[in-house]
């Protein structure tokens, strides 16, 4: 199976770098403001669930420009696929941008490829058997300062987004650690913590697809990865941070004020309208296309920007 998702990476990152020579005849659309999708997204979505319906026609597909349109709808195997994380960065030329598949069973992922066609570095890992960027074995960093801790992130940029409790996040963040770092490709962003490049990552408003593949590669590479308040059910809680153990825990505690994760005693309150605002459509969106999994202890409430 990683032999595959590899090959259908390779093949996506191709396309992705003729695509990149001619950036000026580039069609461009937009899903929402500052949320690009081109037809090189697209071009490399298809392959990919071609190169992979190929080898397994009875597994599910989770993509991030078709959604579930393909694969088997009740598969116990999915496909978890951005086929272009960075596509912002890859419309203006800056080289950071990956390819991003996933496989997972029963909703653990158990295979996992980044690649990033500019660098031709290939990121991989199988659930037990460790984590490797090409060739090399990957082991996170072994600082345990936060104040020596160069930390990556990602800036909100839909509509709708919580600028302001995010600011307040930087903040409480940015004092603490050696450095931010904001490359805008999460798949990226969370090898990069793998490798022991950032010693951390935290982001919000993220989607199973930019998430999936690098949440393996982290924990295979002695990592951990969870939401805000460290619980390990993060895949569709649209908040994410990972880090080496020793970082993982400090940051956890900075960044637990800030959940959009309630406990499950709230939940009645939050169902009556004494929580502010309701579940949103794209975590309703999420939740639905996400294997069948155990009852979780948490569910998500999405606040109001009066913070």
Not at 126 to 133: D, E, L, Q, S
Not at 279 to 299: E, I
Request: glycine share 8%.
């Amino acid at each position: 199976m990683l032999n595959v998702a590899i090959k259908a990476a390779r093949a996506a990152g191709a396309i992705i770098n003729r695509a990149s020579m001619d950036l000026d005849i580039l069609k461009i659309n937009t899903k929402s403001p500052n949320d690009f999708v081109t037809e090189v997204d697209q071009a490399a979505e298809k392959i990919i669930i071609e190169t992979l319906l190929q080898a397994y026609p009875d597994h599910g597909i989770l993509a991030e420009e078709s959604g579930r349109e393909y694969g088997a709808k009740h598969s116990e195997f999915v496909w978890i696929i951005d086929p272009l994380d960075g596509t912002t960065n890859f419309i203006h030329g800056l080289p950071m941008y990956c390819v991003s598949i996933a496989l997972a069973h029963r909703g653990v992922v158990q295979q996992a490829v980044v690649y990033d066609p500019t660098r031709n570095d290939l990121f991989y890992a199988t659930k037990g058997r460790g984590a490797f960027m090409n060739d090399r074995r990957l082991r996170v960093s072994k600082r345990t300062r936060l104040s020596d801790a160069l930390i990556g992130t990602g800036f909100p940029f839909r509509r709708g987004d919580n600028f302001k409790r995010y600011m307040k996040m930087f903040e409480a963040v940015m004092v603490e650690c050696a450095g931010l770092r904001r490359p805008g490709a999460a798949a990226l962003d969370l090898c990069y913590v793998a490798a022991g490049y950032y010693d951390a990552f935290f982001e919000t408003g993220l989607q199973p697809w930019d998430v999936a593949a690098g949440s393996l590669i982290i924990t295979e590479a002695g990592g951990l990865i969870g939401n805000f308040t460290g619980e390990s059910d993060f895949l569709h809680q649209r908040e994410v941070v990972a880090g080496s153990p020793k970082i993982y825990g400090q940051l956890v505690t900075i960044l637990a004020p800030y959940t959009r994760v309630i406990s499950a005693e709230d939940e009645a309150k939050a169902e009556s309208g004494d929580a502010e605002g309701k579940t949103s459509a794209v975590d309703a969106l999420a939740a639905a296309a996400a294997p069948a999994t155990k009852k979780r202890a948490a569910v998500r409430i999405k606040k109001t920007d009066t913070e």
